[in-house]
DNA sequence: CCTCTGACTACCCAAATGGGTGGTGACTTC
DNA sequence: GAAGTCACCACCCATTTGGGTAGTCAGAGG
């Protein structure tokens, strides 16, 4: 027994199903250099045991009786930052993956990983990684193509008003836009006309909405 | 040979350095179910010899000779939309993942990935995945919980408050606002002037920035 | 040479907005 | 029962804004 508790990666479960959460005990449990620290059927039980023994990884699935299983991690990622998360449920929506990355979860796994991959995954969230199944990655990098990318409507603003634009939104009314650029007061309103046409509004609170919407600035 | 070409994966490298280049090649002809179509020095070279043999998945660098492999990227991409093409690199930095992300890549390895893996990876890509590196996952969904989650500075709005601030977000003016929550023009003022307070803003158009960098609304 | 465009300035007038005051009623919490 | 919060409404007045018209000037390109 030279192998210390150093190298055993410790990991607990929080899933309602019995047999799944059998199966994921005895899984970690039967595989060197993995220790089963506890499972639990419900978030909240989870909350009062866990500090028996703090595991490393948390595997918890998201339909659970009582609190859900993203508002479980947001608490229990709160009490024990250092945890790995790892969601592995059934749903693939986009709604619920987002809400659990954001909640604090280091990786969404789909129930039907198999048994070998998830191993694998549980090592590489403990070495710092991001583990997601082929399709959750598929989604997020989908969704942060189209936020990051609007699609570059750009509305043939010319420099200046586009600098001029960018001043709007942070917050420069027309004199003091004026004074930033130094130019006149007219010539400012001049060019904010210019803008609204090429925008196709008529307020200056809607210009600055699309031009933070489409990344004009 | 009952196999046939629906079964074999075709694959090309774009690469400068011969050594890897040629090593990419032979592993992936050397492995049952892969095809090399063809290994490029650049993306010029990649341009004018990819009709040939168009692959299903091409494998590129980013420091390439002439043009970089991202701008190379966005055009193979514009050329051939069903192409997955992986990025396989050695830079890990926050700016040429998600740009590679953004042009249109499917997934981005970095080039220590092990032979085997990458093959995996391949196969990945192929079935709708989007394979990445621990690491580089480890970045995407980081930068995506940060960009998701602004710290929720709520400002304490109340209900009406909050829906009236989404209405002006929308365009909507203190009138047109009025008629749409059913209530007066002055009663409009009145909250308006209230979220200004908790906002800090003296302004439509600083409130609307700020629920949209917020993400209040 | 002439035209076009971008950038610039000015004046006028109407509409929208910002900020101050005053008040009502309902509902919750202490 | 008093204090607080939320929602509601009104009047006043100054400032900002939106939109129209009417110009000058410099540089690019046919």
Request: charged fraction near 25%; proline fraction near 4%; aromatic fraction near 8%.
């Amino acid at each position: 027994m030279e192998m210390t508790e150093t190298q055993v990666i410790k990991a607990a479960v929080i899933e309602d199903i019995r047999e799944i959460r059998e199966g994921l005990t005895t899984l970690i449990n039967f595989t060197d250099g993995f220790r089963c620290t506890g499972s639990y059927r419900s978030v909240e039980e989870a909350l009062t045991r866990l500090n028996d023994d703090v595991p490393d990884v948390l595997l918890s699935d998201i339909g659970l009786p009582g609190m859900s299983g993203i508002e479980g991690i947001r608490i229990i990622k709160a009490r024990f930052p250092l945890m790995q998360i790892l969601m592995l449920t059934v749903y693939d929506d986009d709604d619920r993956i987002f809400d659990a990355l954001c909640a604090g979860a280091s990786g969404y796994l789909l129930k039907r990983t198999p048994p070998a991959k998830l191993l694998e995954n549980i090592r590489e969230a403990m070495s710092g990684g991001a583990p997601v199944s082929p399709e959750v990655a598929s989604r997020v990098i989908k969704f942060f193509r189209e936020f990051h990318t609007p699609d570059r409507t750009d509305y043939d603003l010319t420099p200046h008003e586009t600098r001029l634009l960018k001043l709007l939104t942070e917050g420069y009314n027309y004199a003091t836009a004026a004074a930033k650029l130094g130019v006149s007061y007219n010539t400012i309103k001049f060019h904010v006309r210019h803008i609204f046409e090429k925008l196709q509004v008529h307020t200056k609170s809607e210009a600055v909405v699309k031009a933070m919407r489409d990344r004009l600035v």
